[in-house]
């Protein structure tokens, strides 16, 4: 049972120790006593260096990978495999390519034992929801990189999570189609406010979605080095706000308390 008042996520002291490529070293630490939270319909961007443990970080939180020390609790209950609080939103396609537009929606209602005429119904609905009203008969093939992104988007919505975990999920697009999807999530969060943490090396983009944004140091070791409040009023459109001027003191913040960890990550891409 949810323990009301609890995170609907928490991150507690999670070390991740993986055996290294590495002949000479037979360990790597990813992330080292890393504490993170998501509050109840909060919105949490986290961002980084290149390489240092962003994706990791979501994977212990989504269950897929089991931290060599410290606890994730889900709504102050103990994480037990999978997160079944969750929607996962990956960075890579996770379309099935066999299946139109409109069965990838269905999938997971059908995995539940929905009945296919309501799966139908409901998958019609997000699609429309989400732009893509007529294009449930295509395949991921037939569509565009922005309309693949928002099938995903519909495909992890749908199961009607109370978290939601993003791993750069925007990155692939061009800028327009970007700050159009951006403004789609914010319009579909803003409808039931929905816990989110989100990964992004974008450091404009994290400021622009959240209301919360968690900076991670270089790894190897990696953790949260600082973290800000993002006043910036809502509604908000991700083009027009980038232009005022609190935006840009956030931005000017925040990257000073990064830059140093970006030069150390690029510094130690090099070296690799």
Same mark, same amino acid.
């Given at each position: 049972m949810a323990l009301q008042g609890a995170p609907a996520l928490a991150l507690e002291n999670i070390t991740v120790t993986f055996a290294a490529r590495d002949s000479n070293d037979t360990r790597y630490t990813a992330l080292k006593d890393a504490t993170l939270t998501v509050a109840p319909g909060e919105f949490v961007s986290v961002v980084g260096p290149t390489g240092c443990g962003k994706s990791t970080l979501l994977n212990v939180a989504v269950g897929l990978l089991e931290p060599s020390s410290g606890s994730v609790k889900v709504f102050g209950e103990p994480l037990v495999g999978l997160n079944q609080k969750a929607g996962y939103l990956f960075q890579t396609e996770a379309l099935m390519p066999w299946r139109t537009g409109l069965d990838n929606v269905t999938a997971g209602l059908e995995?539940?034992?929905?009945?296919? =005429? =309501? $799966?139908?119904?409901?998958? #019609?609905?997000?699609l429309a929801r989400v732009g893509l009203a007529g294009h /449930?008969?295509?395949? @991921?093939?037939?569509?565009? /990189?922005?309309?693949r992104r928002r099938v995903a988007l519909a495909q992890t919505l749908i199961l009607d999570p109370q978290i939601i975990?993003?791993? #750069? @999920? %925007?990155s692939a697009l061009d800028i327009q189609t970007r700050q159009l999807m951006e403004n789609e999530l914010l319009e579909l969060w803003s409808a039931d406010r929905k816990s989110v943490l989100f990964i992004t090396h974008d450091l404009e983009e994290a400021i622009s979605l959240s209301?919360?944004?968690?900076?991670?140091? $270089? /790894? @190897?070791?990696?953790?949260?080095? /600082? #973290? %800000?409040?993002?006043d910036l009023p809502r509604p908000r459109d991700v083009a027009e706000i980038r232009l005022t001027p609190r935006f840009v003191e956030l931005h000017t913040n925040i990257w000073h308390a990064m830059k140093d960890e970006v030069l150390k990550g690029y510094a130690r891409t090099r070296i690799q």
């Amino acid at each position: 049972m949810a323990l009301q008042g609890a995170p609907a996520l928490a991150l507690e002291n999670i070390t991740v120790t993986f055996a290294a490529r590495d002949s000479n070293d037979t360990r790597y630490t990813a992330l080292k006593d890393a504490t993170l939270t998501v509050a109840p319909g909060e919105f949490v961007s986290v961002v980084g260096p290149t390489g240092c443990g962003k994706s990791t970080l979501l994977n212990v939180a989504v269950g897929l990978l089991e931290p060599s020390s410290g606890s994730v609790k889900v709504f102050g209950e103990p994480l037990v495999g999978l997160n079944q609080k969750a929607g996962y939103l990956f960075q890579t396609e996770a379309l099935m390519p066999w299946r139109t537009g409109l069965d990838n929606v269905t999938a997971g209602l059908e995995f539940r034992g929905v009945s296919r =005429e =309501e $799966a139908v119904r409901r998958a #019609e609905d997000w699609l429309a929801r989400v732009g893509l009203a007529g294009h /449930g008969h295509r395949y @991921p093939h037939q569509l565009s /990189g922005g309309m693949r992104r928002r099938v995903a988007l519909a495909q992890t919505l749908i199961l009607d999570p109370q978290i939601i975990l993003m791993d #750069e @999920p %925007f990155s692939a697009l061009d800028i327009q189609t970007r700050q159009l999807m951006e403004n789609e999530l914010l319009e579909l969060w803003s409808a039931d406010r929905k816990s989110v943490l989100f990964i992004t090396h974008d450091l404009e983009e994290a400021i622009s979605l959240s209301d919360r944004v968690v900076v991670l140091s $270089a /790894g @190897p070791g990696t953790h949260p080095i /600082g #973290e %800000f409040s993002i006043d910036l009023p809502r509604p908000r459109d991700v083009a027009e706000i980038r232009l005022t001027p609190r935006f840009v003191e956030l931005h000017t913040n925040i990257w000073h308390a990064m830059k140093d960890e970006v030069l150390k990550g690029y510094a130690r891409t090099r070296i690799q």
